[in-house]
């Protein structure tokens, strides 16, 4: 039972290359969710999915795209990057029952130059 | 708009002793509240949560109250271990419970 795991663990990009980011969770938990974590800042929602099929604007949506690709993988897309986009991505997954407690992955560290 | 606080500066305690965690939070009526637990270089574990009609919980040496009229959670960690330094999030969720909004977190180091 590997829990949340996300790849790659480390990106440096260029701006405007693309890049996905993959998360998968074997829990067989409904939620996923990307967060973005900057210093100071906490952790902002990106985009999540409350379902297999669904998936919704957070926090701070701009300039990421998301593909629920099946109840176990939700992966996060950077189209054209961006020096803003240099963050530590997280990954969650949840059942969505009683406590609502996230499991979150390891993190990707992506810098853009 | 909603805001969630947390002290942004570090706690130092020394082993042994009571760390007190604050998070206060605007312009929000959350359904629960959760403590989350990061290391370094890792995703946050989470801890505890507390329900608003709920004024306190506790988990071994974790004691988390709730106050929904000061709009403020307390967290402690009772008998401090070097082991226990870490960064420590809170997070509110609303009554649709798929969403959390998480504060910027407090690093809290025991030192021995």
Known sequence: ?113 | SQKIEQNSEALNIQEGKTATLTCNYTNYSPAYLQWYRQDPGRGPVFLLLIRENEKEKRKERLKVTFDTTLKQSLFHITASQPADSATYLCALVGNAGNMLTFGGGTRLMVKP
């Open chain 1, 1 to 113: 039972n590997a829990g949340v795991t996300q790849t790659p663990k480390f990106q440096v990009l260029k701006t405007g290359q693309s890049m996905t980011l993959q998360c998968a969770q074997d829990m067989n938990h409904n939620s996923m969710y990307w967060y973005r974590q900057d210093p100071g800042m906490g952790l902002r929602l990106i985009y999540y999915s409350a379902s297999e099929g669904t998936t919704d604007k957070g926090e701070v949506p701009n300039g990421y795209n998301v593909s629920r690709l099946n109840k176990r993988e939700f992966s996060l897309r950077l189209e054209s990057a961006a020096p803003s986009q240099t963050s530590v991505y997280f990954c969650a997954s949840t059942s969505g029952q009683s406590s609502y407690e996230q499991y979150f992955g390891p993190g990707t560290r992506l810098t853009v130059t």
